[in-house]
């Protein structure tokens, strides 16, 4: 199955930063969720070689995982000729994630 299926997401960004985070759509998906989706498994689903530069923070009381990817916005939001300068379609992306 797909990510989305049992989850929605939200992306922001700082600078180079951009942090995701997953919110299970039912609290029984939580431990699914925590589970499969790791900061290594995120780190790949990125094609970043650099896995120690995913952080994975857990809030359970959300059933919310937050992801900080660090440079993952290639020298920043406002330096970046990316068209999705911001990112906010990273979370869509990780949204496609096989669990």
Request: charged share 15%; aromatic share 4%; with cysteine.
């Amino acid at each position: 199955m797909l990510l989305h299926e049992i989850a929605h997401a939200r992306a922001g960004d700082k600078g180079d930063t951009s942090n995701i985070s997953v919110i299970a759509l039912q609290p029984e998906n939580w431990p699914l969720i925590k589970e499969q989706v790791t900061a290594g498994r995120v780190a790949a689903h990125f094609g970043i070689a650099d896995a120690g530069s995913v952080t994975c923070y857990s809030i359970p009381q959300l059933h919310a995982l937050n992801f900080v990817l660090r440079g993952a916005l290639v020298g920043g939001v406002t330096r970046s000729l990316a068209l999705d300068a911001h990112g906010k379609c990273l979370a869509s992306i990780l949204l496609d994630m096989e669990i």
